[in-house]
């Protein structure tokens, strides 16, 4: 497939005018200028006539296909509240790609998600990252386990106090996550020390913890205040873990402290009230402040709590609130690629990636512009000029 006569969102943010976009099954094979392409017989051309191809467009922290639309108790698989350690749950266990919030999510241009547990527990488990096109969870991943999902904070304590067991303060919650950690090294360290016939006896929550330990995958740590935002470096640091903050949603207070200490913030929901304690200091200028200063941010709908379909126009509303417009499409595409550790797929438009890809004739953070064009892994999923609209794979 081929794409013509496009511009082009390159990867340091610049627009790249007359470009063409070559397509070899599910990859991209170039990107160039037209006045060098050779246009072969027989190739299915798509003529962008002056679009933006972008790259898709990525969430890298949602609960999409854990919490499934239109059901309660029956189609919520997001948080296993009956113990407050469960780094041995996997995502892909849970995600029902049916689920109709899929559709939509293709539907915005939203190729790629990380999704996963939600934040009742202080060691919630394993994310996947995935394409959002597919009907069978194995055949989307882009990569599992992701990130390991902490949770610090309001979430855990109210969950736990509800129960009368802990934990119920920010003490205890720091304390069983450490505590876990701490055996996880611990049964490494005897794995590797112990003869085999001494070996320990298999242990699935420092299995699953293991992949974090060796810095093969990050720690995403849900933290609003700033002082469980300091925390979750803390640990982080005292463990040497890769980590970002999701939410952050007191950073902007921190921002130069949070730069310098290398932190990664994953930003949002921005569409929402502040409907607890931890959300009365909620921002959108949020985002901004923290790019400013240095932090890199990516911008997140942490769906459902806003419609995944609207992750555009989150990156909309944070550059009105003052975000530059290029660093905010950055948030959505090669940052949270980043982040997460898949840039080696997605998040921008350069051969050897993943062709997840996305044209739009007006601005993609606008409320009123939709994408014209969405390919997700070499397939059209959507051409609204010829009336193409696929379900998923």
Known sequence: MLIINAVVFMPDGTLAQDRFVRIAGTRIEAVGAMETLVLPEGEPVIDAAGAVV???????????????????????????????????????????????????????????????????????????????????????????????????????????????????????????????????????????????????????????????????????????????????????????????????TQGYLAAEELAQKGACAMCGPIISDRCKPELRDSTPANPGLLSRAGVKVCIITDHPEVPIQYLPLCAGIAVRAGMDRTEALKAITIYPAEIAGISDRVGSVEPGKDADLVLFRGDPLSVEAGPECVIISGRIILDKRTGVLNEGN
């Not at 996997?90 to 995600?95: E, G, N």
């Not at 991943?141 to 610090?152: E, G, S």
């Not at 420092?206 to 330990?213: A, C, D, K, T, V």
């Open 54 to 248: 972008y790259p898709g467009f990525i969430d890298a922290h949602t609960h999409l296909g854990m919490f499934e639309d239109g059901l309660g108790f029956e189609g919520d698989d997001g948080n296993e509240d009956t113990d407050p350690c469960t780094p041995h749950l996997r995502a892909i266990d849970a995600v029902n790609p049916l689920d109709r919030c899929f559709q939509e999510a293709r539907e915005a241009g939203i190729t790629s998600v990380l999704t996963g547990p939600g934040s009742a527990n202080p060691i919630g488990g394993q994310f996947a990252a995935i394409k959002t096109d597919g009907k069978c969870i194995d055949d989307m991943i882009i990569r599992a386990p992701a990130a390991m999902k902490f949770a610090l904070g309001e979430n855990p304590k109210s969950v736990y106090h509800d129960k009368s067991t802990a934990p119920v303060t920010r003490m205890a919650t720091s304390a069983l996550i450490r505590e876990q950690l701490y055996k996880a090294k611990d049964y490494f360290t005897r794995k590797q020390d112990c003869e085999e016939e001494d070996q320990p006896e298999y242990d699935m929550k420092s299995e699953s913890l293991g992949p974090l330990l060796r810095g093969e995958i990050p720690a995403q740590i849900h933290a609003h205040r700033a002082d469980d935002i300091f925390t979750a470096v803390r640990l982080a640091r005292e463990f040497g873990l890769n980590y970002s903050i999701v939410h952050c």
